[in-house]
């Protein structure tokens, strides 16, 4: 069965700290692809990034930078420099081409990240 | 603003009623989906669309809610009737299919009194 796991419910710090949100996430399957979403207060999930299983490149863009590790099943989202706009429920979620629907979701239950002035 | 655009934004409403969720996906994207988000939880599928096909709602409470998107364009997400249990925020996403990303709308938050 498909699983994500982020074991962080909540995470406070302060302006410019960097931060580091958790992900780790269970399939069978060798092909499937792992994405990062932001949930600002207003609701709206935003697309950050998507990475398929056969990429593991580091990723930067900004001051956001992902870390995909096949070996231990994890994908951390590192924040530098955190701002106050970065406050909001962040989630990791997989998706398996191959698991017999067109692309579903399965998320985790999300991070909670509070930056503090 | 989402380039998706779901409405209403809050519905409160009592429970035995009927509620309807409207949902318009971007321009061009064939699939669209239903996601459901229960408080401090991430969303969970409810139904996904491939045009006007059905292709997954295996996690829709089928005696109670229905979904359709009769042109493959926009949806209309139904309970009928509510429960308790069912107050959350609905979101509706839609991609270009495949594994291209999913883009949400801000959602409908649903309150059952």
């Known amino acids: 069965a498909q699983k994500v796991t982020q074991a962080q419910t909540e995470i406070s710090v302060v302006e410019k700290e960097d931060v580091t949100l958790d992900c780790v996430y269970e399939?069978?399957?060798?092909?499937?692809?792992l994405f990062w979403y932001k949930q600002p207060p207003s609701g709206e999930l935003v697309f950050l990034i998507r990475r398929n299983s056969f990429d593991e490149q580091n990723e930067i863009s900004g001051r956001y930078s992902w870390n995909f590790q096949k070996s231990t099943s994890s994908f951390n989202f590192t924040i530098t420099a955190s701002q106050v706009v970065d406050s909001a429920v962040y989630f990791c979620a997989l998706s398996d081409p191959f698991s017999g629907g067109y692309n579903k979701l399965i998320f985790g239950a999300g991070t909670r990240l509070a930056v503090h002035p | 603003e989402a380039e998706v655009a779901q409405s209403p934004r809050y519905k409160i409403t009592e429970k035995s009623q009927a509620v309807a969720f409207w949902c318009d996906p971007i321009?061009?994207?064939?699939?669209l989906y239903w996601y459901r988000q229960i408080l401090g939880q991430g969303p969970e599928l409810l139904v996904q669309?491939?045009?006007?096909?059905?292709?997954?709602d295996s996690q829709l409470p089928k005696d109670r809610f229905s979904a359709e998107r009769l042109k493959g364009v926009d949806s209309t997400l139904k309970i009928q009737p509510a429960e308790l249990g069912d107050s959350a925020m609905y979101l509706c996403?839609?991609?270009?299919?495949?594994?291209?990303?999913?883009?949400f709308g801000d959602g409908t938050r649903l309150s059952i009194l």
């Open positions: 321009s061009g994207h064939a699939t």
């Open positions: 996403a839609s991609s270009r299919g495949g594994n291209q990303p999913q883009h």
């Open positions: 399939t069978r399957d060798t092909t499937y692809y």
């Open positions: 669309f491939q045009d006007e096909s059905v292709v997954d």
